[in-house]
């Protein structure tokens, strides 16, 4: 069993930026795809952003425009979610990701593995 904890989330205001983490335990991350989603109040989950295994590719929801990065350090088995540019709709509940099979994930369907969530809140 994979256990995924999240880090990083806060206060920000807009135009700032954070950086959230998750670390694996209970087995190497370094064989999982791993992604990030996010869930504001009163919507669904929705698909951010996703890194493969040995971290050599990587794929983006259209509407970041950019402004997020994912990464990932094996050797700390660590994924990070770079965030730059924050707006007050980038609000919610952000979610780490793991997928025992696929190299990307890209909906919620193909995920195995969800942290608890990190809050990130961006402020006018």
């Known amino acids: 069993q994979v256990q995924l904890v999240e880090s990083g989330g806060g206060l920000v205001q807009a135009g700032g930026s954070l950086r959230l983490s998750c670390t694996a335990s209970?087995?190497?991350?370094?064989?999982?795809?791993m992604g990030w989603f996010r869930q504001a109040p009163g919507k669904e989950r929705e698909f951010l952003a996703t890194?493969?295994?040995?971290?050599?590719?990587?794929y983006y929801a259209g509407s970041l425009k950019g402004r997020f990065t994912i990464s990932r350090d094996n050797a700390k088995n660590t994924v990070y979610l770079q965030m730059n540019s924050l707006n007050t709709e980038d609000t919610a509940v952000y979610y780490c990701?793991?997928?025992?099979?696929?190299?990307?994930?890209?909906?919620?369907?193909?995920?195995?593995?969800w942290g608890q969530g990190t809050l990130v809140t961006v402020s006018s």
């Open positions: 890194i493969n295994s040995s971290g050599t590719g990587t």
């Open positions: 990701a793991g997928s025992r099979v696929r190299d990307y994930i890209t909906y919620t369907s193909l995920v195995d593995y």
């Open positions: 209970g087995r190497s991350s370094s064989t999982l795809g």
